[in-house]
């Protein structure tokens, strides 16, 4: 009779409140060509065989937002109560953050319209609702990195101004 061997897990759970909302893109972690550009065919499988190549063991974001057709779609592919482990973030705002990667590398492509309001209304909205997070609290990857070699991720076409403006639009009022 074969024992039971038991593997300890590489997802790490969460152990403080979630307070923050980092906004990455795919190309800061994965740097592999199929993934670099998000184009309108489905990718994810693409992302999941560049972590099986880097042997990571899992996907390093809460969320990713991928552009499919001609609708922008978002994957949760990590669950919130497991954390997401970067080196260049202080551990103070890693350990209470839930990350978000668009697809792709945002240094090449610039983000549609679509994709602002697909990120605010079904991925930012919620969880600032959830988890009690003020917009404030709602950071790119380069503003809270400490390399200095990292700071473009989500890319310099991303705009913060947009995205915090499609927040303050999609905005659910709390009636409590």
């Not at 809270?144 to 639009?169: E, T």
Request: aromatic share 10%; charged share 20%.
């Amino acid at each position: 009779m074969a024992t039971l061997q038991y593997r300890p897990s590489l997802l790490t759970p969460r152990k403080g409140k979630v307070m923050w909302l980092i906004i990455h893109h795919t190309r800061c972690m994965y740097p592999q060509e199929s993934i670099a550009i998000d184009n309108t065919k489905y990718q994810m499988p693409t992302l999941s065989n560049a972590v099986l190549e880097d042997k990571s063991g899992d996907i390093n974001y809460n969320f990713v937002v991928e552009q499919v057709k001609n609708d922008v779609q978002v994957f949760s592919v990590k669950p919130f109560v497991y954390a997401c482990h970067f080196d260049d973030i202080p551990t103070e705002i890693e350990n209470h953050a839930i990350h978000i990667a668009l697809l792709g590398s945002y240094d090449f492509k610039v983000p549609t319209k679509r994709m602002y309001e697909t990120l605010a209304y079904r991925c930012l909205n919620p969880l600032v609702r959830v988890f009690h997070i003020p917009v404030g609290h709602i950071k790119l990857h380069s503003e809270v990195s400490i390399d200095k070699d990292n700071q473009s991720c989500p890319g310099v076409f991303i705009d913060k101004a947009i995205i915090i403006s499609q927040v303050n639009r999609y905005v659910i009022k709390a009636s409590y």
